[in-house]
């Protein structure tokens, strides 16, 4: 009897951890039963290839998040990426110098948030919400308000957003898979990674074993910029152009992948796997939904849904998880 409540338990734990995953299957048989285009081999390179640019940006916010603390301006950090590579090498500056500058960029945009959280004292939604509209000015300012492209960019431009490995893989993907590999290490593998978990579940308690949360904090929204920083040149990349418009939904995109993540290998916590099947499973329900001849806002209508679907399990979990240790 005892083998049997354990067996189910085992099989209850299973589903409830990989369920999300099982969720992006069901969701591709359905709509490749509604329509067969959907199974394409195109259309699965353009899921992979459009969940890149966000799913990036959503591992460097994950670990902001993982710390208990938000960054509301990823959207800018992404747009003043691509914003500021673009002028650039429109301008003749050579086009890896010219990135460099732009990751830069967005390293001291995060330096900045970092630093009006953990040394100012401000709330780190308030802060970095006020950062993003200086870069928001900032990205018009040097674009004009305007698209910037150029047709002599040439294919360097477009490398890591078109290009594709053995005719069919996009580079894109397989810099999303570096990054991703790159994150995972750190948050699960190195004691520096860890240590943010630490601080997201009690940052007053971290000064008691040696933890200095104000650095840990300061060191995610650096590299959340950075992260935000390079999909926005692939970005750019990817449609051979930048606009200072670029991030404009892309808070609301990157949380509804980190809710959904959070329900996923490690529910509850934020986590790299979990935020790329997220960010797979959003994509999916984009793709599919346009290819079924959605409206708009049944996009965002569904979309919505989904977010908090999410984030009702995720305060479910928690809640057991408090329980639990009772």
Not at 13 to 33: N, R, T
Not at 158 to 171: D, L, N, R
């Amino acid at each position: 009897m005892e083998n049997k409540q354990t067996k189910q338990i085992q099989i209850s734990g299973l589903l409830q951890k990989y369920a999300l995953l099982f969720a992006a299957i069901l969701l591709c048989v359905i709509f490749g039963a509604i329509t067969p285009t959907f199974w394409e081999m195109g259309n699965i390179m353009n899921i992979l290839s459009s969940s890149v640019i966000l799913c990036i940006g959503a591992l460097g916010l994950s670990l902001v998040m993982i710390t208990g603390e938000i960054d509301f301006a990823c959207g800018s950090e992404l747009a003043a990426a691509a914003c500021i590579t673009a002028v650039l090498a429109k301008a003749g500056v050579n086009y890896l110098i010219a990135v460099c500058i732009a990751i830069l960029f967005c390293a001291c945009v995060g330096t900045v948030n970092g630093f009006l959280h953990t040394k100012i004292g401000i709330p780190g939604f308030i802060a970095t919400m006020g950062v993003s509209f200086v870069v928001d000015g900032f990205n018009k300012m040097i674009t004009g308000s305007t698209r910037i492209f150029s047709s002599q960019w040439g294919e360097i431009f477009v490398f890591i957003g078109q290009k594709k490995v053995a005719g069919f893989i996009p580079v894109s993907v397989i810099l999303l898979i570096i990054l991703a590999g790159g994150v995972l290490v750190y948050t699960e593998g190195m004691t520096n990674g860890r240590k943010l978990y630490a601080v997201g579940s009690n940052s007053d308690a971290c000064r008691y074993v040696g933890i200095d949360a104000r650095k840990e904090k300061m060191k995610a929204f650096i590299i959340s910029a950075v992260l935000c920083g390079v999909a926005g040149v692939v970005n750019a990349s990817q449609i051979n152009a930048a606009t200072p418009y670029l991030g404009t939904s892309t808070l609301v995109n990157l949380l509804t992948m980190l809710m959904l993540g959070a329900t996923f290998y490690r529910p509850g916590a934020f986590n790299v796997p979990g935020t790329i099947v997220g960010a797979l499973i959003v994509n999916i329900i984009n793709n599919g939904m346009v290819l079924i001849g959605a409206k708009t806002w049944q996009q965002y209508a569904v979309q919505g849904g989904v977010m908090l679907l999410a984030v009702t399990m995720i305060t479910i979990l928690n809640i057991r998880a408090k329980k639990g240790k009772r």
